[in-house]
């Protein structure tokens, strides 16, 4: 069974503060994503990596950065949190091979005070 | 830039009937591929259906079906027999090709009610 997993289901963080959202896949995939879901919003996307080391900005990359070191972790960083930060952070992989797919985290809950 | 266009926040439908779920897309990439996502109440975000740019046929997955029209740019979901567990938000999302990864990104959602 495929998993992704976030280090956290739910974060609480004080403004200013550096915040690291962790993403590990066992799915061998090369495409990760960070999403953040507002209520009114859907999911927007921050950013994506097709490979390690790799990364792209998606719609919303301000005040974010990701890092890729091994093919199977993705992390978000909040270089310094702020209260328009709170939200739900998902990440997601994608399978392109036989029957495409996206696989989702469970979603981590931050907010930011 | 790419764009997925939800335009219904809500829809409700009667128990047993279908509902269609607007979807709209914008992308001047010609090998792309749609998703729709089913989000409950619990929050996981569950597969539905998916289809290729090149798929010559609209792909169907049990009660769900995607009538997707090139030409228009749309990509409706078809949900036959409403049940009341089909209550949740759902979500279109697109994908493109290419060498520089394969950008994924979602519309605002349809909340879609079943009444009994």
């Known amino acids: 069974d495929v998993k992704v997993t976030q280090s956290s289901r739910y974060l609480v963080k004080r403004t200013g503060e550096k915040v690291f959202l962790e993403c590990v896949q066992d799915?061998?995939?090369?495409?990760m994503f960070w999403y953040r879901q507002d209520p009114g919003l859907g999911l927007r996307l921050i950013y994506f990596s097709y490979d390690v080391k790799m990364k792209e900005k998606g719609d919303i990359p301000e005040g974010y950065s990701v890092s890729r070191e091994k093919k199977e972790r993705f992390s978000l960083i909040l270089e310094s949190a702020s209260t328009n930060q709170t939200s739900m952070y998902l990440c997601?992989?994608?399978?392109?091979?036989?029957?495409?797919?996206?696989?989702f985290g469970q979603g981590t809950r931050l907010t930011v005070v | 830039a790419q764009k997925i266009t939800q335009t219904q926040p809500g829809m409700f439908v009667q128990e047993k009937e279908a509902v269609t779920l607007d979807c709209t897309y914008d992308?001047?990439?010609?090998?792309?591929?749609l998703f729709w996502y089913k989000q409950p109440s619990s929050g996981e975000m569950i597969f539905l259906i998916y289809?290729?740019?090149?798929?010559?046929q609209n792909a169907t997955e049990g009660r769900y079906s995607l009538n997707f029209q090139k030409a228009r740019k749309s990509a409706n979901l078809v949900i036959s027999a409403s049940q009341l567990g089909d209550s949740a938000m759902y979500f279109c999302?697109?994908?493109?090709?290419?060498?520089?990864?394969?950008?994924?990104?979602f519309g605002a959602g349809t909340r879609l009610f079943v009444k009994a």
């Open positions: 992308t001047s990439d010609p090998s792309y591929g």
């Open positions: 799915m061998d995939h090369e495409n």
């Open positions: 999302a697109m994908r493109e090709g290419g060498t520089g990864g394969f950008k994924t990104i």
């Open positions: 289809q290729g740019s090149y798929d010559q």
């Open positions: 997601a992989t994608i399978r392109l091979s036989g029957h495409t797919e996206a696989f």
